[in-house]
């Protein structure tokens, strides 16, 4: 018989994902078959994979779930996440449903034309999940204390309830109150779902473990449910889940290990206020001597303190045409084109790279035809409603920001609108992105996961900032972030008590 544990929050990032992806190496390097799951999830990072039960097509699911399937060693399919949505801004989010784009909806019409709906599916794929493996590890979504969600919450509540789960609660201490916030949590679940507590974990935690006990046992004792775990402030390095973790737009933050290695390079990234996929920018920050700075498109080509950038990457984005038109009013489109370093744009970094975006209603929530671009690559992006999702692999050609990077790569696209040259102009991958010696625009998103594309860029930024690259490549040789959480999670949580792998391994 499948067993399943809930690892809920009494808020969001309060570090359900690493704990999720821990738990799955940790059983995983046991020989348990363990899968990861969440039924809804909110995000605008999402990888491709096939679709469950196609024997073709790809389909979009949250990055967690599919960090989460290599944390537990198994190919990700979208039964990980049955139903996405992804805000697109003005409180409407795309639906999409086993991985396939359904229509956008605002709040109020999901949860009357469609949330049965993806009930139904969130079920059935779960069913499938516990049929394969010996234990399901499911993920909650914000807190599983929403009282005014508790009829309608499917990542947390329906998921306790028609997967028979065990729930783990966590709660993060770096912000304060977190036994106000564990207490109250505790109080306000729904009773069924208050039974199925198996523990609660506090997370984030700086200092002294022995200043906590008196809480700790205070806080037993007016619950009843015993804290099963303290774990320190580390980040393990898998990618971050949403946009909870970049600055507030306005704000600036850098990415890196700091004590590592001294600071070479700084590559700038301009906090759009829908970015999706952010998570293409984490391998470059896993470099030594690479700073990854996130800040206000007004500000992050310098960042403040009179030194400049040495690279600029234009992210993802949920919506190419309004964050373009933010771009525009903050004047970031003079800044880039004076701007003399590398400039990659991924995905709708690459369309706003072009001349313009034509059909851009299509895409954007005001109702203009035409949108212009950078004008740094000469291509054009006409938006249509058709989106593509696909795994694909490609054939690089090292030009421009990429110069010498030739071989195999490999990565998925997810997006919306066609992007076809203007003239004569270096392809790249074949027949998708651009180049010129400056810039390079591509829909692949994963491109730096790929070593000779990283490689290939970094080099050149670190040429034309006149610097010498450290040696190697690795922080933290012989550890992967999948390690990295598993030990996290077993050194740190009572692994026994939460879950006991001598019951999983029976079944």
């Known amino acids: 018989m499948t067993r399943t544990l809930l690892v809920a929050g009494t808020a969001s990032h309060v570090g359900k994902s690493t704990v999720v992806a821990g738990l799955c190496r940790h059983l995983a390097d046991r020989g348990v078959r363990v899968a990861p799951f969440k039924a809804q999830n909110m995000s605008n990072n999402a990888r491709a994979v096939p679709i469950a039960g196609e024997p073709v097509g790809a389909g979009e699911i949250g990055v967690s779930q599919y960090v989460q399937a290599r944390a537990a ?31 956008n909806y605002e709040s109020d019409e999901y949860y009357d034309e469609g949330w049965q709906r993806a009930r139904e599916v969130a079920v059935e794929s779960y069913e499938r999940l516990a049929r394969e493996h010996d234990v399901v590890i499911a993920e909650g979504a914000g807190s599983i204390a929403e009282i005014n969600l508790h009829e309608r919450d499917l990542a947390n509540v329906e998921t306790a309830r028609f997967a028979d789960a065990d729930v783990l609660v966590l709660c993060d201490i770096e912000r304060g109150g977190a036994f106000a916030s564990l207490y109250g ?28 006990e008196p809480g700790i046992e205070e806080i037993e004792r007016r619950t009843g449910v015993s804290v099963v775990g303290v774990l320190p402030y580390e980040d393990p390095g898998l990618p971050a889940e949403d946009s909870v973790s970049l600055p507030a737009t306005g704000e600036t933050a850098i990415f890196g290990e700091e004590d590592a290695y001294e600071e070479r390079v700084r ?19 896993n470099e030594p001597g690479v700073r990854v ?40 489109g003079d800044r880039l084109r004076a701007f003399d370093g590398p400039i990659v744009g991924l995905c709708g970094g690459y369309q706003m790279l072009g001349e313009r975006i034509t059909n851009a209603d299509v895409e954007g929530i005001g109702d203009r035809e035409t949108v212009e671009g950078f004008g740094l690559l000469p291509v054009e992006t006409r938006f249509s409603s058709k ?22 790569v490999s990565g998925y696209e997810i997006h919306m609108g066609e992007t076809t040259p203007l003239e004569a102009v270096a392809r790249p991958f074949g027949e998708g992105g651009a180049a010129t010696d400056r810039a390079l625009g591509t829909y692949l998103h994963g491109l730096f996961e790929n070593r ?39 050194d740190h949580l009572d692994v026994g008590t939460v879950f006991p792998v001598s019951d999983a391994e029976k079944s």
Not at 270 to 282: C, G, M, Q, V
Not at 387 to 408: F, H, M, T, W
Not at 455 to 467: G, N
């Open 452 to 490: 000779i594309a990283r490689e290939a860029f970094l080099a050149r930024v670190f040429e034309d900032a006149e610097r010498a690259r450290p040696d190697g490549s690795d922080r933290r040789p012989g550890s992967t972030p999948y390690d990295r959480a598993a030990r996290l999670v077993s």
């Open 387 to 408: 989106k593509r999702v696909e795994r694909v692999e490609r054939e690089l050609q090292g030009v421009g920001p990429l110069s010498g990077a030739d071989g195999r």
């Open 293 to 332: 700075i996130y800040g206000p498109p007004e500000t992050v080509l310098g960042d403040g303190d009179g030194s400049t950038a040495d690279a600029v990457v234009l992210p993802g984005t949920k919506n190419t045409v309004d964050d373009l038109l933010e771009l525009h009013e903050a004047d970031f």
């Open 185 to 212: 949590t505790l109080e306000l679940m729904p009773a069924d779902v208050r039974e199925r507590v198996v523990g609660a974990a506090i997370t984030k935690f700086r200092g002294d473990r022995g200043l906590l």
């Open 73 to 103: 060693r198994i190919e990700a399919t979208t039964d990980l996440n049955p139903v996405l949505l992804k805000p697109r801004g003005d409180g409407e989010s795309q639906l999409v449903v086993q991985g396939e784009a359904v229509g």
């Open 267 to 285: 590559i700038a990234v301009p906090r759009l206020s829908r970015i999706a996929n952010f998570t293409d920018l984490e391998p470059l920050a």
